[in-house]
């Protein structure tokens, strides 16, 4: 039995979902699952991934293609991105607004 891609084999034989902030090409085998995590610091919109290209930058970094897959890059001090749309560049916080280095990436305060 082979998966198609988005799906992953299950231990009884069946084919489930890819889970979440992992993709899983077509062609995987009750024998050997080829599913694969999604590079750092990004993630998938749903369940169900069929390659890298389903894998967004988390919010907080910016999005790469490399030729060797996708890279997502923190943003710099008091820039930002929403992520979750393969965002190339971070925007600068807005006035009176600052990113705080003791808070994960994205996050933002009033100052």
């Given amino acids: 039995m082979q998966c198609p891609a988005g799906f992953f084999p299950t231990s009884d034989g069946k084919c489930s979902l890819c889970k979440d902030n992992m993709f899983c090409p077509q062609g995987q085998s009750a024998f050997k699952s080829t599913a694969r995590p999604c590079p750092a610091n990004t993630v998938t919109l749903r369940r169900g991934a069929k390659s890298i290209n389903d ?5 907080g ?10 890279r997502a890059l ?9 992520g979750l749309k393969k965002q190339t560049t971070c925007t600068a916080c ?10 994960v990436p994205g996050s933002h305060t009033n100052s």
């Fill in 55 to 59: 894998c967004f930058n988390s919010p």
């Fill in 61 to 70: 970094y910016s999005y790469r293609k490399t030729s060797d897959g996708i």
């Fill in 74 to 82: 923190p943003c710099g001090v008091n820039t930002w991105t929403t």
């Fill in 94 to 103: 807005p006035t009176g607004f600052k990113t705080d280095p003791e808070t």
